[in-house]
């Protein structure tokens, strides 16, 4: 009997092990679960050698450098427009139609109004050419007027010099005798003949002044027929009107259609389908047969962030409308001396570009690099912490020995940060272990934390 119950008392003891190892195992993983339960969730990365990229993104669009304008006269009766703005044409093809009858009446008028100039220009040329003769005739007749007194001066002095005779001295003759003598024949008198040689020299220096004066206005009156020579070449009323005739004429053989005279993209258009012309510009053709221009408003922010080590870079719709970047060679940034500016007088980036990469008018971005230099240790900017204004740390998982095994912490390491932008910090220190991306829960120094299931 008592063999008996001692076995019954082992099978009870062992059945007591069994049920407190069994709970001690129970507890265990309860204890684990609630622990691992309040531990934070948390993903890693290692640190990388990169370069920190600033960019910066603008929106801008295509212009032309150049534009070709094409002009019709006033009175033309519009019957069609068949393009728009922003539309690319060739040479030759149809900008609009017009009226023929209004046509060939504006032909007409201008016909009249050239024959009209023609016949302006040609009296204002004679005329001045008959003022010029009048005033070449004139001077002609001061001239000799002039010379004819001269020479009537001259004549005068020498009839006197050949008439009168110098006495050789004082004769010993009475004064009955002279008084005869004198009758006889003239005596020469120093004193009129001075007088007359006086004479000649003065009406010498008069025919003189009178050559200088009569051809300066001769000079003036010739100069007078250039000048409105001149003056009708300057105002080019004549080429005008041909250049209208030639182009209306041009029109009205092609049975009214004005057609494009360059290859290009319509810029402005000044015509409407149902009304008259106005005198001046019809059409604006952005040339782009060789290069246009981006443009885009440059806050001035970012002006002093563009240098010329960023990387630019284009995007936006080809010719075929597919979507094409287009990295920059060059690009200038306007400052704030007024050169380069928009119409509100801000900043704004440009760049040649080639004509034949996107169409004028169209809209583009461009995106602004500034790619640092190489930095041995850059992390993720999510893994960046601060303290005050300017102490900087990040979170390292360690591993460390406890009661029920190895646990993850998270520890706080200080770094100074070098450079950083939306996506990447980099820290003068060199990172080796698992930095600390994200966490489910807030974190400090020695945090126990556990690895995001993948």
């Known amino acids: 009997m008592s063999e008996r119950t001692e076995k019954m008392k082992q099978k009870q003891w062992v059945q007591i092990a069994a049920v407190f ?6 507890l265990t993983i309860c204890s684990r679960a609630a622990s691992s339960a309040v531990k934070a969730r948390v993903t890693v990365t290692r640190a990388s050698r990169q370069k920190i990229s600033h960019e910066i993104s603008l929106n801008g669009s ?29 040479a030759g093809d149809v900008i609009f139609t017009v009226d023929m009858q209004k046509l060939q009446e504006s032909i007409a008028s201008i016909e009249t109004e050239r024959n009209r100039v023609d016949e302006k220009e040609r009296l204002s040329v004679s005329r001045a050419e008959a003022a010029y003769q009048d005033v070449k005739a004139n001077a002609e007749e001061e001239k000799a007027r002039a010379y004819q007194t001269y020479e009537k001066a001259v004549a005068e002095y020498q009839n006197y010099i050949n008439t009168h005779k110098k006495t050789a001295g004082v004769s010993a003759e009475s004064t009955e005798e002279r008084t005869m003598n004198e009758k006889a024949a003239s005596v020469y008198d120093e004193t009129v003949a001075k007088e007359l040689e006086n004479a000649v020299e003065s009406e010498k220096s008069a025919y003189a002044a009178v ?5 300066k206005q001769i000079s003036a009156a010739a100069d007078a027929v250039q000048r409105t020579k001149e003056d009708l070449n300057l105002s080019q009323d004549a080429d005008t009107l041909e250049e209208q005739l030639k182009n209306l004429r041009a029109c009205a053989e092609n049975g009214g259609v004005y057609r494009a005279e360059y290859t290009g993209v319509v810029g402005q258009l000044n015509v409407t ?14 040339d782009a047969a060789e290069t246009v221009r981006f443009v885009a408003e440059l806050p001035e922010e970012y002006v002093d962030e563009i240098s010329g080590d960023s990387v630019i870079t ?19 940034v306007s400052g704030n001396d007024g050169s380069e500016t928009d119409a509100s007088g801000g900043c704004r980036l440009t760049a040649d570009i080639p004509g034949d990469l996107y169409p004028v008018g169209t809209k583009i971005t461009v995106t602004v690099d500034n790619r640092s230099d190489t930095f041995d240790c850059c992390l993720p900017l999510s893994s960046l912490h601060q303290k005050g204004s300017s102490q900087y740390f990040i979170y390292v998982m360690e591993k460390e020995d406890a009661v029920m095994g190895t646990e993850l912490t998270a520890k706080e390491v200080p770094v100074t940060v070098l450079d950083m932008n939306e996506q990447y910090v980099a820290v003068d220190e060199m990172i080796s272990g698992d930095v600390i991306v994200s966490s489910d829960k807030d974190i400090t120094d020695g945090s126990r934390v556990r690895l995001e299931e993948e």
């Open 21 to 26: 190892f069994g709970l001690m195992i129970v």
């Open 211 to 215: 050559v200088r004066e009569q051809e």
């Open 62 to 90: 295509v212009e032309a450098k150049n534009y070709v304008l094409q002009y019709v006269t006033s009175g033309l009766m519009v019957t069609g427009v068949q393009v728009s703005p922003g539309q690319q044409v060739e």
């Open 314 to 332: 284009l995007h936006g719709k080809n010719m075929s409308g597919i979507q094409e970047d287009y990295e920059l060679s060059s690009a200038t």
């Open 273 to 286: 389908a149902g009304t008259e012309t106005a005198e001046g510009i019809a059409v604006m053709l952005a």
